[in-house]
């Protein structure tokens, strides 16, 4: 391949600079092959600015490279002052000068900083700065070497930005994420999982994994994971399983694992998604014991109203016969039939037992109108909200909206808990039944203050309504719209609410449907409590 002329001039430069020996014409001649091959190499590396400086800072040697990544050509810039690439503040601060004073007093400086191309534009480069001396020690100039880093350090950049994305993505997944080899060792442990199981990451990186698992699936877990590597057959991996995990006290939990697959320059990683459980399975015994405790109420509450209908009904009969029975007695009070005798006495003991019943059927109706309740201080925004919860099961399948304006702050009222939660419920389901038909569903759900020292809830649908002569006897025992209604649920709603000392009743809705509202007492201010 033919030397350029640029290689000559290079050759030439370090020829004009080898020493002489006892021979000048062989050395010159061997300066002269040795300059051009070096010349020739140094142009070759074109990835790099390599070019000499004079002991004063003035360009001497210029190569293909940094022709090509400053911008000058070699005719441009030899003889002048290499300060020309620095920035203007570098310049003005005097950087030139002191970055040559230093390689001279070091022997040689490496950094990276910024440098100009002739267009005028920066780059950011790495730099370094050798100090060349004689065999007599005296200073003969410096040899540079730049690389331009820009593209290089935004690519870095570009990485760390995505690892500190993606590492912050992680800690913020609820579920927990662990990372680990094909023999089950682990290799990252997210935020998640460490409040999760307890333990600090440094803890677990580097140990198997079934360190976190109880003991029986532990034993278990490498024979999955050797027969997997052989035979491919999965036991967990590429499945949403049900298992068990185990804290870092011992104590064991349910958790939901997904297991995912990867090869990264060969490795096999897998990557476990671990969600616990045990906040959902305590939410659905709660919801199953609160169903189970509503059954109940209702059940308790459906049998009071109707003992207390039927204590109503029959007690006014039973006063009639116990008249009748005194009256006839009367009648028959002088005579002196012997018969007649034994009749009264008959009278006497039917009129008797017939006051008893009645004595029994009122204080039946006492009992179950003032019976035992538990009245306790409740939060309002807590007790609606697990009211909605069992209430509103269907509802969304059912494509019913929930509008719930319910005040969240926490206001007390002196309740029973179970008592209005059933009411709730009662009226949640009944709209849901009341919109079944209609092209709008939307089921509102409100509090309101009342009176002094009572809170309104409203309970709303958008249904086809009620007619008013129906509205009238709505909360009657009995009384039902519905076509397979025992019409005892807005009774029982009734009872309890006035057994509260709140009052029940139902309004028309301008935009069709009908509204259900009922009051209930706030709780007492504790002491302590003061009005701002």
Same mark, same amino acid.
């Given at each position: 391949?033919? %030397?350029?002329?640029?290689?000559?001039?290079?050759?030439?430069?370090?020829?004009?600079?080898?020493?002489?020996?006892?021979?000048?014409?062989?050395?010159?001649?061997?300066?002269?092959?040795?300059?051009?091959?070096?010349?020739?190499?140094?142009?070759?590396?074109?990835? @790099?600015?390599? @070019?000499? %400086?004079?002991?004063?800072?003035?360009?001497?040697?210029?190569?293909?490279?940094?022709?090509?990544?400053?911008?000058?050509?070699?005719?441009?810039?030899?003889?002048?002052?290499?300060?020309?690439?620095?920035?203007?503040?570098?310049?003005?601060?005097?950087?030139?000068?002191?970055?040559?004073?230093?390689?001279?007093?070091?022997? $040689?400086?490496?950094?990276?900083?910024?440098?100009?191309?002739?267009?005028?534009?920066?780059?950011?480069?790495?730099?370094?700065?050798?100090?060349?001396?004689?065999?007599?020690?005296?200073?003969?100039?410096?040899?540079?070497?730049?690389?331009?880093?820009?593209?290089?350090?935004?690519?870095?950049?570009?990485?760390?930005?995505?690892?500190?994305?993606?590492?912050?993505?992680?800690?913020?997944?609820?579920?927990?994420?662990?990372?680990?080899?094909?023999?089950?060792?682990?290799?990252?442990?997210?935020?998640?999982?460490?409040?999760?199981?307890?333990?600090?990451?440094?803890?677990?990186?580097?140990? *198997?994994?079934?360190?976190?698992?109880?003991?029986?699936?532990?034993?278990?877990?490498?024979?999955?994971?050797?027969? @997997?590597?052989?035979?491919?057959?999965?036991?967990?991996?590429?499945?949403?399983?049900?298992?068990?995990?185990?804290?870092?006290?011992?104590?064991?939990?349910?958790?939901?694992?997904?297991?995912?697959?990867?090869?990264?320059?060969?490795?096999?990683?897998?990557?476990?998604?671990?969600?616990?459980?045990?906040?959902?399975?305590?939410?659905?015994?709660?919801?199953?014991?609160?169903?189970?405790?509503?059954?109940?109420?209702?059940?308790?509450?459906?049998?009071?109203?109707?003992?207390?209908?039927?204590?109503?009904?029959?007690?006014?009969?039973?006063?009639?016969?116990?008249?009748?029975?005194?009256?006839?007695?009367?009648?028959?009070?002088?005579?002196?039939?012997?018969?007649?005798?034994?009749?009264?006495?008959?009278?006497?003991?039917?009129?008797?037992?017939?006051?008893?019943?009645?004595?029994?059927?009122?204080?039946?109706?006492?009992?179950?109108?003032?019976?035992?309740?538990?009245?306790?201080?409740?939060?309002?925004?807590?007790?609606?909200?697990?009211?909605?919860?069992?209430?509103?099961?269907?509802?969304?399948?059912?494509?019913?909206?929930?509008?719930?304006?319910?005040?969240?702050?926490?206001?007390?009222?002196?309740?029973?808990?179970?008592?209005?939660?059933?009411?709730?419920?009662?009226?949640?389901?009944?709209?849901?039944?009341?919109?079944?038909?209609?092209?709008?569903?939307?089921?509102?759900?409100?509090?309101?203050?009342? $009176?002094?020292?009572?809170?309104?809830?409203?309970?709303?649908?958008?249904?086809?309504?009620?007619?008013?002569?129906?509205?009238?006897?709505?909360?009657?025992?009995?009384?039902?719209?519905?076509?397979?209604?025992?019409?005892?649920?807005?009774?029982?709603?009734?009872?309890?609410?006035?057994?509260?000392?709140?009052?029940?009743?139902?309004?028309?809705?301008? *935009?069709?449907?009908?509204?259900?509202?009922?009051?209930?007492? %706030?709780?007492?201010?504790?002491?302590?409590?003061?009005?701002?």
């Amino acid at each position: 391949m033919p %030397l350029r002329s640029q290689s000559y001039r290079t050759a030439r430069m370090i020829a004009s600079q080898s020493p002489h020996g006892t021979d000048p014409q062989a050395v010159a001649r061997g300066d002269a092959m040795l300059a051009e091959e070096l010349g020739l190499l140094i142009d070759g590396a074109t990835t @790099y600015a390599i @070019y000499m %400086l004079d002991p004063h800072g003035r360009v001497t040697i210029w190569n293909r490279g940094a022709e090509r990544i400053k911008g000058w050509a070699e005719a441009e810039i030899i003889g002048r002052d290499f300060a020309i690439f620095y920035p203007a503040d570098d310049i003005a601060a005097g950087k030139p000068a002191a970055d040559l004073a230093r390689a001279h007093c070091d022997g $040689r400086i490496e950094e990276e900083s910024w440098r100009v191309r002739k267009d005028g534009s920066e780059f950011l480069a790495h730099v370094t700065i050798t100090a060349l001396h004689d065999d007599a020690g005296a200073l003969r100039g410096f040899g540079k070497v730049i690389r331009d880093i820009t593209h290089e350090k935004a690519a870095e950049a570009a990485i760390v930005r995505r690892e500190h994305h993606l590492r912050s993505i992680l800690n913020t997944v609820p579920d927990a994420m662990i990372v680990m080899n094909e023999n089950g060792i682990v290799a990252s442990f997210s935020a998640a999982a460490e409040l999760v199981f307890g333990y600090a990451a440094s803890e677990v990186i580097g140990q *198997n994994v079934a360190m976190l698992m109880p003991q029986t699936e532990a034993r278990d877990h490498d024979a999955h994971l050797r027969k @997997y590597r052989h035979t491919g057959e999965r036991h967990v991996i590429g499945n949403v399983r049900l298992e068990r995990a185990m804290r870092k006290g011992g104590e064991t939990f349910p958790i939901e694992l997904a297991v995912g697959e990867a090869s990264i320059a060969g490795e096999r990683i897998f990557t476990g998604f671990i969600r616990d459980l045990t906040n959902r399975h305590a939410t659905e015994r709660r919801v199953q014991e609160l169903q189970s405790e509503l059954v109940h109420v209702s059940r308790v509450s459906a049998m009071g109203t109707m003992a207390s209908t039927l204590a109503h009904e029959i007690n006014q009969p039973l006063t009639a016969i116990a008249n009748y029975l005194e009256a006839t007695r009367a009648m028959i009070e002088d005579s002196d039939d012997p018969l007649l005798g034994d009749i009264a006495e008959a009278l006497d003991l039917a009129a008797a037992q017939s006051l008893r019943a009645g004595t029994i059927v009122r204080r039946l109706r006492a009992f179950v109108d003032g019976g035992d309740t538990g009245f306790r201080d409740e939060r309002l925004d807590l007790l609606i909200e697990e009211a909605t919860s069992l209430g509103l099961l269907g509802a969304h399948e059912a494509g019913i909206a929930v509008v719930n304006t319910a005040s969240r702050s926490p206001v007390m009222v002196r309740v029973d808990r179970i008592q209005i939660q059933q009411v709730l419920v009662n009226l949640i389901r009944n709209a849901i039944h009341a919109m079944a038909a209609s092209r709008v569903r939307t089921l509102s759900i409100a509090t309101a203050p009342e $009176r002094e020292g009572w809170i309104q809830i409203t309970v709303a649908d958008t249904g086809s309504g009620i007619d008013r002569d129906v509205r009238a006897r709505l909360f009657e025992a009995f009384a039902t719209t519905k076509e397979d209604g025992m019409g005892l649920g807005l009774s029982i709603c009734r009872t309890i609410v006035e057994a509260h000392g709140g009052r029940i009743w139902a309004e028309g809705v301008t *935009n069709g449907g009908t509204a259900f509202h009922f009051t209930v007492p %706030l709780a007492a201010p504790q002491e302590g409590d003061t009005d701002d």
